[in-house]
């Protein structure tokens, strides 16, 4: 039995109908039982207008599948497909998306998309998709089908998404569901709901109703098996010696009610996850990298969703599996075993459970520790939050060796999270208390942020207070001991010119001091900002910076041996900065972004660049370089520094892609070749062979490490 949906201004309708589907891109009879869908609107470059280019959308149900048909009309047959890779950007292929919003929370959702080659992509939507990208997390998997078909008319998109892989309540009878498609090579984007341009098209606040005529059948529990085998061999030629092992280990992932999940890890082998971009780091503060390993993903915004993201989370997934050695290097430490336990228990409150275990290495001198986070999530109006979060690292066995970790640290926390129904206004506020091992005082955190996104204006305020003890050891922490105020007021014209689509100004002036026993401020901007956007998608940015940095440490932004700067200094000094982005539709693009004035007690010139060459749909490269010099007057030392990162990624079919990421920084003088081969053999289902090469680069290139890896992995459907 099978069910159509009617879907007709801004509520749908669900009828019932017994004429199955076969997903193969063509619009069989089956289809006509379902009315014709409302109008697209536009998003880009205007969002008043019903689009040029219309999509027609329609769906079916039976027991176990989701089935939806998108007819996309283009008058342009010439369609770019950047890659045949799953998990492309919309950003450069012509796609069409779909959206979701299974709870009705206007908080998560789930993404389904495809390019007129038939490549999928899917992704997680947290947090009301209001950040991008952070709120949009790529690296979920799941299995579907999906076939396109090109027409004389456009091209025809049948999706079928098994129920089992959506969790959604008992007997809903409503969703919220959203369609947006990007055309390229037209410099347009459509949406199925009509949504202003100044919030993001794939946003959860914008999007139209499902009304079922039955209830929806009740979700089978999948339990999948997803078990390993890896080995590599290495050579480190610096201890001149090789070494071989070979592993195994697995995932599980099980259903537990309608919106629970339980992952179960063993022995998990990270070595297919790609390699981290290198960076050249002339700031004072740690940089975070983003999490790539897909056990930490899904339901993730439950763990990593806490706290200030720029200056303080109570939690960060990827402290865990490493650890810094007796000489502060940060090394590999494994993890033994770990459970996730995430989702919805209800319409309204949301849990999230992970506890991992990681190994002694006596060698470096890592205790092994178990780290636990538990989380709950409360909706509260349309779509707002109160969150709560405890965070625990404990010490486990008794190590035979001295360190100087403490046996222990905890983190306890309030966060609300607030979101409008329009989502013009946004903000989060929060305290967390860090609970030592030690009678320190001054352990907490705290923090608030309120924005205001109209058509025109735009208004953020917020300020932070971190203790000087505060302390998160899973946690992201720049500094401690400060606080914070931050100011930003932006306007926005609306051109809707054939060329220029917007032009916006922004103030913005923050500062940070230390408040106890009357500390100094020891940082202070103002950045004048202007940026003009145009209807090709290019656009050009102005900005000059007025700073005050007050140094309460040494710091030696090039690294090395060099003389720093010293401690309990203040300098004021300015910048000015221009960056160009370029028509990214185009098989050539680049990105240039050049700097230049005071630093400190000197002067630096910066430029970041990237230039990206398409050959569709089979080759990607691209080509990143980073400079930056550094004058200082005597005695400290000055110099340049250079980062260049080739990345060429070739698609020999829908299921083998190879990559190959070269990356040179003379800040870590260091050269890092990566390349790897996948083959997509089954759904879902992977063999790696991964090519790894280091070498110490300060005069001569010298080899330092070098491996060879092959994973394989397999998921069974239980």
Do not use: C
């Amino acid at each position: 039995m099978l069910f159509s949906i009617a879907l007709l201004g801004q509520n749908a309708k669900a009828i019932y109908t017994d004429r199955p589907i076969e997903i193969d891109g063509i619009i069989e009879d089956t289809w006509e039982k379902a009315p014709e869908s409302s109008p697209f609107w536009e998003y880009f470059p205007t969002d008043t207008l019903r689009a040029k280019e219309q999509t027609q959308v329609k769906i079916l149900f039976d027991e176990s599948y989701l089935y939806v048909l998108i007819n996309a009309e283009s008058e342009d047959k010439n369609f770019i497909s950047s890659s045949l890779r799953r998990d492309f950007s919309s950003r450069n292929n012509d796609s069409v998306t779909l959206v979701l919003d299974t709870f009705n929370d206007g908080t998560t959702a789930f993404l389904f998309g495809t390019n007129p080659e038939g490549v999928r992509r899917e992704a997680l939507i947290s947090n009301g998709g209001n950040n991008f990208p952070r709120d949009f997390n790529r690296s979920w998997d799941v299995k579907w089908q999906a076939e396109v078909k090109k027409t004389d008319w456009g091209y025809v998109t049948e999706m079928k998404i098994p129920l089992s892989s959506l969790r959604y309540p008992d007997n809903a009878t409503q969703w919220r569901v959203n369609v947006y498609r990007s055309e390229i090579g037209a410099n347009r984007q459509s949406s199925w709901a009509n949504i202003p341009r100044n919030q993001i098209i794939a946003g959860l606040a914008y999007m139209k109703t499902l009304d079922f005529e039955k209830s929806l059948p009740k979700a089978k529990v999948p339990f999948a098996i997803i078990p390993f085998t890896s080995g590599i061999t290495t050579k480190d030629f610096d201890a001149n010696n090789t070494s071989a092992s070979l592993s195994a280990g697995g995932d599980a992932k099980i259903s537990i009610g309608d919106g629970m999940i339980l992952d179960l890890t063993l022995n998990p082998d990270f070595s297919q996850v790609e390699v981290d971009d290198q960076i050249i780091n002339i700031t004072r503060f740690e940089v975070r990298l983003p999490e790539k390993r897909q056990f930490f993903i899904q339901n993730s915004d439950l763990f990593d969703n806490f706290g200030d993201n720029f200056e303080t989370q109570p939690f960060f997934s990827r402290r865990i599996g490493v650890a810094k050695d007796r000489d502060g290097n940060t090394i590999e430490n494994r993890i033994i075993a770990g459970a996730r336990l995430s989702g919805k228990l209800n319409k309204n409150l949301r849990l999230g459970f992970l506890n991992m275990q990681t190994e002694e290495d006596a060698e470096n001198g890592i205790t092994a520790n178990n780290n636990t986070v538990f989380s709950l999530q409360q909706k509260m109006f349309s779509r707002s939050y109160l969150g709560f979060i405890f965070v625990n690292r404990q010490q486990t066995g008794d190590p035979s060796f001295e360190t100087d970790q403490d046996e222990f640290n905890r983190v306890v926390g309030l966060d609300y999270t607030l979101a409008s129904k329009d989502n013009k206004w946004t903000g989060r506020s929060f305290i967390h208390q860090a609970i030592l091992d030690n009678d320190d005082k001054d352990t907490y955190s705290a923090g608030f942020r309120l924005g205001y996104n109209s058509r025109k204006h735009t208004l953020t305020y917020g300020g932070n207070r971190i203790g000087e003890n505060y302390t998160s050891d899973l946690g992201f922490l720049r500094r401690t001991g400060i606080q914070k105020h931050f100011l930003r007021y932006g306007h926005r014209f609306w051109i809707d010119s054939k060329r220029i689509r917007s032009v916006e100004v922004n103030q913005t002036f923050f500062y940070v001091d230390k408040p106890k026993n009357g500390g100094p401020i020891t940082d202070r901007n103002h950045n004048t900002r202007a940026e003009i956007r145009f209807t090709n998608q290019t656009r050009f940015r102005a900005q000059y910076n007025r700073r005050y940095t007050y140094l309460t440490n040494d710091f030696n932004p090039l690294g090395g041996d060099n003389v720093g700067l010293p401690a309990n200094t203040g300098y004021s000094y300015s910048e000015f900065e221009l960056s160009y982005n370029s028509n990214f539709s185009k098989n050539l693009s680049y990105n240039f972004e050049t700097s230049y004035g005071g630093f400190f007690n000197g002067t630096k010139f910066s430029v970041e660049s990237e230039l990206a060459l398409r050959l569709q749909p089979r080759f990607n490269g691209s080509i990143k370089v980073n400079y930056d010099k550094i004058d200082f007057p005597a005695p400290y030392s000055s110099g340049e520094l250079l980062l260049i990162g080739p990345k060429i990624e070739y698609t020999f079919s829908k299921s083998v892609f190879w990559n190959t990421f070269i990356q040179y920084s003379s800040q870590s003088e260091n050269l890092g070749i990566n390349s790897r081969l996948q083959w997509r053999f089954a759904p879902l289902s992977d063999l790696y062979i991964v090519y790894n090469d280091n070498y110490f680069a300060s005069t001569t290139f010298v080899p330092k490490v070098r491996s060879l890896t092959f994973k394989l992995t397999y998921w069974l459907n239980i």
